[in-house]
């Protein structure tokens, strides 16, 4: 988007490909790349505990080089792992471990680990964000310092103290005029930092004399910029919301060598220059090499009016010298008067909010500078809300980046999400073909989900979201992860609200669609207990709702074939709470038929079903097999649920009442009113169950039931059903039991159709009609 190239990209027009998101991303993730995120989870694949500390350690015989170890660092420093004097302590090794550029952006160190990583004779290091620093860290960065080129101090790094007294004790023990011995400096940055002695920053900037780069956004007190004439490298100052510049701007002007200046403001007291003009000229009159000035929220444009003829060419009056020699970029965003929608402003790069190109090469200005990015995620939101946006790909880069480094921004993640939810609904088709990008903006909504998951908004934004994604296909990855923010939003935030429905309908889609294995771990992180919750909370207020009919078609989903999970909704008390929600809402359809199913998955295990013999739940099975609740549904489960209980025997049948020849006669009166064509509202992964019930000739009643599934299913749904009754031996079981002398005429008719289903299915001779259907 910002240069001339021969290479565009397809899915941003008039861009080149190496700005978009997806033309840079879609390849295959990177086999290094899964080996670092696979590390940085299982850290003991490379490491041990010592003894004597208990901190890890590299396992004996490991060397790691430059390029792994700030690799290691780095992809731990992006992920929700923490680094700390426990991760910290894997490069105190300075034989085995080597570092050269460290950055930090969220940290719990501690002077000690600082120590550590600065012994490896840094090159450049980064820290924001590591609120555990105290001043003791100046000492180690001192002794160390010879090899820093690079040194940034960002936010929530407090290091140095207020009182001027402990300045001066820490200066006279070390006997020198300085408070960085750091004498190779190239680029500092200092941020953030109030109320400090006068002298600070002329002892602080005093003998970094190779000073290329200089930042020092929202500092104050810095008088009158005077200590800063011995700079003569200088190429870059930020002054980002730095007061009093019109007092600085004589120092500043001495500085020839600067190429970019940056003196926006983004509050209120420091907007208004009072001679802006003049100011504006100084600055590029006296500055012969600027080539990048950002004067964002200033009022340093002036009004857009001529003040002169000589204003001719620029709608800037304090840029005419630059008409003919344009800066490579200009920041004008929220600049006063609306300067950035100006016709004639000399600059090949504007950062502003007048169109889309504007909006994004703000983000990636102000990408640091949380109070301005929000701003102008709000600005992209609005845009892909209500207008037709050309730059997707990279647009889709800036929120991912925006939201990944501001993890604890709340409203960074509430506008990032929203953003996302417009570029991921209009680029179906190209994430589809882009697996490695869809996969980093999940990864990215669930990051800020996990850590803001009491916010609503934010949790009702990434549902959302995640509900334009093929669920579970795409989410797999993530499952885990995906399951634990769902868990939350049914049971930690408010009751009936948006978010919680819309996170029970994507865990009952994951509890669905996924096999075994994952659904014993959901049970195992809590989707049993968090539903029945649900259903204990809607039960004391007399509320049947499509909340709480969901609650049992995910746990009717996640017992499936699970005996672990049917093991917990028996001892989280299921069966009391199955008994109440038929005696409070016994007209409600589906969720009888959720709850039928659920007991239906219970009954098929052989060691359960004993908790299922009690003259209580016999006799509501037996009343359920005359019911016309959503078809033949709610009849059919509780067939199934008898069948099972009965499969194993008279003896186990130890209650008088109901009597079970009474039971089983009642079931053969129902199976005989049910249609052999009727749809069903049911899905079998396996016919395991089924076909035990098969084998079953001591009680034929049970295989009654059995072969009148496998009949009706492969007559309904032949193209989904034929096939799994071969696969799964059925075939041979049927002509065993139409062969053997014992199951009634009914039961063998009933086998017969089956297989009859199955050639016809087979033989290509099936109605297409029935088929289609």
Same mark, same amino acid.
């Given at each position: ?64 080089? $430059? ?7 780095? $992809? ?51 820290? *924001?964000?590591?609120?555990?620093? @105290? ?14 080129? =690079? ?83 200088? /190429? ?40 802006? =003009?003049? @100011? ?124 990944? /480094? ?9 506008? %990032? ?25 999940? +990864? ?15 949790? /009702?934004? %990434? ?35 948006? *978010?919680?429905?819309? &996170?029970?309908?994507?865990?009952? +889609?994951?509890?669905?669609?996924? %096999? ?9 992180? &809590? ?26 078609? =995910? ?18 008390? %299921? ?26 998955? $219970? ?73 052999? +064509? ?96």
């Amino acid at each position: 988007m910002l240069q001339d190239t021969n290479s565009k990209c397809r899915h941003c027009p008039n861009i080149p490909s190496e700005a978009c998101c997806f033309c840079n991303s879609s390849a295959t993730e990177k086999l290094l790349d899964l080996c670092f995120n696979y590390i940085n989870k299982k850290l003991e694949s490379i490491c041990e505990f010592t003894g004597y500390s208990g901190y890890l350690k590299l396992k004996d015989n490991i060397s790691l080089p $430059v390029e792994i170890c700030e690799k290691l660092l780095s $992809v731990r420093s992006q992920s929700l792992q923490s680094i700390d004097s426990n991760f910290i302590n894997i490069f105190k090794d300075t034989n085995n471990t080597r570092l050269k550029r460290v950055r930090l952006r969220k940290s719990k160190i501690l002077d000690h680990d600082l120590e550590v990583l600065l012994s490896h004779q840094l090159r450049e290091l980064e820290l *924001v964000r590591s609120k555990e620093l @105290t001043h003791n860290c100046i000492k180690h960065i001192s002794t160390y310092g010879a090899s820093l080129v =690079t040194l940034i101090i960002g936010d929530d790094v407090n290091i140095f103290p207020l009182s001027i007294y402990a300045f001066i004790d820490i200066h006279d023990n070390c006997g020198q005029n300085f408070i960085f011995n750091t004498p190779n400096l190239q680029k500092f940055a200092l941020k953030n930092c109030h109320g400090l002695p006068d002298f600070f920053y002329q002892m602080l900037l005093n003998p970094m004399n190779k000073l290329t780069h200089l930042d020092l956004s929202n500092c104050d007190s810095l008088d009158n910029f005077t200590y800063t004439e011995h700079l003569t490298s200088l /190429r870059t100052l930020i002054l980002y919301n730095v007061s009093n510049i019109d007092e600085m701007l004589p120092a500043i002007c001495k500085l020839k060598t600067l190429t970019h200046l940056d003196v926006s403001q983004s509050k209120d007291d420091n907007r208004k220059f009072p001679d802006p =003009t003049a @100011t504006l000229t100084a600055f590029v009159n006296n500055l012969p090499q600027l080539m990048s000035l950002d004067i964002s929220g200033t009022n340093l444009a002036g009004t857009g009016v001529s003040e002169t003829n000589e204003a001719r060419g620029s709608d800037i009056p304090g840029l005419i010298s630059r008409v003919d020699n344009p800066f490579h970029f200009l920041g004008l965003y929220e600049t006063m008067h609306a300067a950035c929608f100006r016709h004639d402003i000399p600059s090949k790069l504007i950062a502003g909010n007048a169109n889309e190109e504007q909006i994004l090469i703000s983000a990636l200005a102000y990408m640091d500078r949380t109070d301005m990015l929000q701003k102008v995620l709000n600005e992209l939101f609005q845009l892909f809300r209500f207008e037709t946006c050309q730059f997707v790909g990279q647009a889709l880069d800036v929120v991912l980046e925006s939201m990944n /480094r501001h993890l604890d921004e709340r409203h960074i993640q509430i506008s %990032g999400s929203a953003t996302l939810f417009y570029i991921v609904k209009g680029t179906d088709r190209e994430l589809h073909d882009a697996i490695h990008v869809k996969r980093k903006v999940i +990864s990215t909504l669930l990051n800020g989900m996990s850590v803001h998951r009491y916010d609503e908004t934010m949790m /009702r934004n %990434g549902c959302l979201t995640l509900c334009q994604f093929k669920i579970p296909l795409d989410v797999l990855f993530e499952y885990e992860r995906l399951v634990d923010v769902l868990l939350y939003s049914v049971h930690g935030l408010t009751s009936e609200s948006f *978010v919680q429905r819309i &996170g029970i309908y994507l865990l009952n +889609s994951l509890a669905c669609q996924v %096999g075994g294995q994952q659904k014993v771990r959901l049970g195992e992180l &809590g989707a049993i207990n968090k539903m029945i919750w649900l259903i204990s909370e809607r039960l004391e207020r007399g509320h049947c709702d499509d909340v709480l009919e969901v609650a049992w078609s =995910t746990m009717w989903n996640v017992t499936d074939e699970t005996p672990s999970n049917c093991r917990k909704f028996l001892e989280n008390n %299921g069966m009391e709470y199955f008994l109440s929600c038929l005696q409070s809402f016994p007209e409600k359809e589906d969720l009888l038929r959720n709850m039928m199913g659920l007991l239906g998955n $219970v009954a098929e295990v052989k060691e359960l079903r004993h908790y299922l013999i009690t003259p209580e739940y016999l006799s509501v099975f037996s009343n359920l097999l005359n019911s016309n609740c959503d078809g033949i549904e709610v009849s059919y489960n509780a067939a199934g649920v008898i069948s099972h209980i009965a499969s194993d025997g008279p003896d186990v049948w130890t209650v008088e009442i109901p009597l079970r020849q009474q039971v089983l006669d009642r079931m053969i009166s129902a199976i005989e009113s049910w249609d052999l +064509s009727s749809q069903r509202n049911i899905n079998y992964r396996s016919f395991e169950p089924i076909l035990y019930l098969v084998k079953i000739y001591h009680t034929p009643e049970c295989q009654r039931w059995a072969v009148w599934a496998l009949a009706n299913l492969t007559k309904v749904y032949p193209e989904k059903y034929c096939h799994l009754v071969e696969k799964e031996g059925g075939l041979d079981l049927l002509k065993e039991l139409i062969a053997h002398k014992d199951p009634p005429l009914a039961n063998k008719q009933l086998a017969e159709i089956v297989i009859d289903n199955c050639k016809k299915f087979e033989n290509h001779d099936w109605p297409q009609h029935e088929l289609d259907g």
